[in-house]
């Protein structure tokens, strides 16, 4: 059983003998830099990235405070439940050397030769840190997307405040208002037609679990670097807190007649998110005689 299926109480994963021995070492050794994190995340709490150069920033509001190489190692679709390394996947502008070699040298392990994973986030992070450890990394960090990105980073080191490097870029408000909106609207959608089916079923809880992972999404789109203190940020923070109210009022027993009015409520936020975004179909025009 993987360290963090057990940390976490989960179901263990069906992972090969071969990786269940790396993850001896290298589950706490993931667990060990999270409770202490080499990036300290209240301290720098935005990233800038150069997957071109293999490089990564952390800083405050003004300015860069830390630069690490990253080595890029995989993807992880939350929609899909899919994870990619990042050496199969061609829209990765430069995938790490390094971990595409630790894989090939541990080639007697099963999952490090394959092409697509599918498993849930405890996976990905699982396969991550396994590669990370192996390459003797300082963390194993996830970058926040529509695509999630693992990566490992080395050579973690301040930066002097004259450093030019230390010099944060310019915000994005178009970019962020765009990425924004392709993510946020699409996704009420699909959660709105989700809300609707599992009604049927009974089975709501699944539904508590979408939102909350999509109030997820949406703020770390508002800490991003594109993002942060923009109005598209402001945007996504506000629907990721009426999303977790709302995802709250389900928390009702089956049957209890506030239910009703909470999913209502529920599906009318969801309604107006899409609209909002332009992702609500349109209504065909009346038909005239």
Excluded at 113 to 127: F, P, S, Y
């Amino acid at each position: 059983m993987a360290y963090l299926d057990q940390a976490q109480g989960k179901p263990p994963a069906e992972f090969s003998s071969e990786l269940l021995e790396i993850d001896e070492t290298s589950g706490p050794w993931l667990a060990e830099t999270q409770r202490k994190p080499v990036i300290a995340q209240d301290k720098y709490p935005r990233w800038d990235l150069d997957l071109a150069e293999e490089v990564i920033w952390f800083g405050d509001e003004e300015r860069q405070g830390i630069v690490a190489r990253v080595h890029t190692i995989g993807s992880y679709s939350v929609d899909d439940g899919v994870w990619v390394w990042a050496w199969t996947n061609e829209e990765l502008a430069r995938p790490s050397a390094g971990a595409q070699k630790v894989c090939e040298d541990h080639s007697e392990v099963p999952e490090f030769g394959l092409t697509l994973i599918k498993g849930d986030e405890t996976m990905a992070w699982t396969l991550a840190a396994a590669v990370a450890h192996l390459m003797g990394a300082e963390a194993c960090y996830r970058l926040p997307g529509d695509l999630q990105m693992f990566v490992a980073l080395t050579d973690i080191t301040p930066i002097d405040p004259s450093d030019p490097r230390a010099k944060r870029p310019l915000q994005d408000s178009a970019g962020a208002a765009a990425a924004l909106g392709e993510f946020a609207g699409p996704a009420a959608l699909r959660i709105g037609g989700l809300v609707v089916e599992t009604l049927k079923d009974g089975q709501l809880d699944k539904v508590i679990d979408v939102l909350y992972r999509f109030c997820e999404r949406l703020e770390e789109m508002a800490t991003s670097p594109v993002g942060q203190g923009t109005p598209a940020a402001s945007e996504a923070t506000e629907h990721a807190r009426q999303l977790r109210q709302a995802a709250l009022s389900l928390s009702v027993p089956p049957g209890h007649p506030a239910l009703a009015e909470a999913v209502k409520g529920l599906l009318d936020l969801l309604e107006s998110i899409a609209r909002q975004y332009g992702a609500w179909p349109e209504e065909p025009p009346a038909e005239t005689n």
